[in-house]
T-cell receptor
Framework: DAEITQSPRHKITETGRQVTLACHQT?????MFWYRQDLGHGLRLIHY???????NKGEVSDGYSVSRSNTEDLPLTLESAASSQTSVYFC???????????FGEGSRLTVL | SQQGEEDPQALSIQEGENATMNCSYK?????LQWYRQNSGRGLVHLIL?????REKHSGRLRVTLDTSKKSSSLLITASRAADTASYFC????????????FGEGTQLTVNP
């Protein structure tokens, strides 16, 4: 069955370190998204991509970057992790401009 | 700021009762979606209602949309303990380019 997987599921890192969260989907969806989920804020969009070589900033993109070199993967990089980036990160994909999102199980990141 | 806001923030009912959750939003939308999230898991799509639709059903779920009031409601009939989860509305604003904006969610607890 097609799926979307995130890794690692849990990570603890230190302030200032670079961290990459992986997202891999086998749906062959063009659209991929990264959200962060925090208490009191719901889900907020970090970055998104509508296809290979396409990346766009979302609502809370500062301190994050993404790259899209193929259809299946959209890794999220924190260039220099900060304590404010402690959160649960969700990757999602969708087949087209209108329709449901398919979410991964989340990556819980703690920055000490 | 969040496009969608759910009400109530938390709801506790007995098994067999109906649960109603509301969502209000601020700008014109293409569609509105409802998602469910079990504790520690990713979000799962429940239902999508387009801006030209007023009501939609899926199993025990009934969603209504009132674009004049910029509001939607999700009704779960004959609730079960397994319905315990957080429920989120997500809007696809007309100006967003197909990027969903999520509310903060309603935490539903169904007591056996």
């Amino acid at each position: 069955d097609a799926e979307i997987t995130q890794s690692p599921r849990h990570k603890i890192t230190e302030t200032g370190r670079q961290v990459t969260l992986a997202c891999h989907q086998t749906w062959n969806h063009n659209n991929m998204f990264w959200y962060r989920q925090d208490l009191g804020h719901g889900l907020r969009l970090i970055h998104y991509s509508y296809g290979v070589q396409d990346t766009n900033k979302g609502e809370v993109s500062d301190g994050y970057s993404v790259s899209r070199s193929n259809t299946e993967d959209l890794p999220l990089t924190l260039e220099s992790a900060a304590s404010s980036q402690t959160s649960v990160y969700f990757c999602a994909s969708s087949p087209g401009p209108v329709g449901e999102l398919f979410f991964g199980e989340g990556s819980r990141l703690t920055v000490l | 700021s969040q496009q969608g806001e759910e009400d109530p923030q938390a709801l506790s009912i007995q098994e067999g009762e109906n649960a109603t959750m509301n969502c209000s939003y601020k700008t014109s939308i293409n569609n509105l979606q409802w998602y469910r999230q079990n504790s520690g898991r990713g979000l799962v799509h429940l239902i999508l209602i387009r801006s030209n639709e007023r009501e939609k059903h899926s199993g025990r779920l009934r969603v209504t949309l009132d674009t004049s009031k910029k509001s939607s409601s999700l009704l779960i009939t004959a609730s079960r303990a397994a319905d315990t989860a957080s429920y989120f509305c997500a809007t696809d604003p007309e100006t967003s380019g197909s990027r969903l904006t999520f509310g903060e969610g309603t935490q539903l607890t169904v007591n056996p």
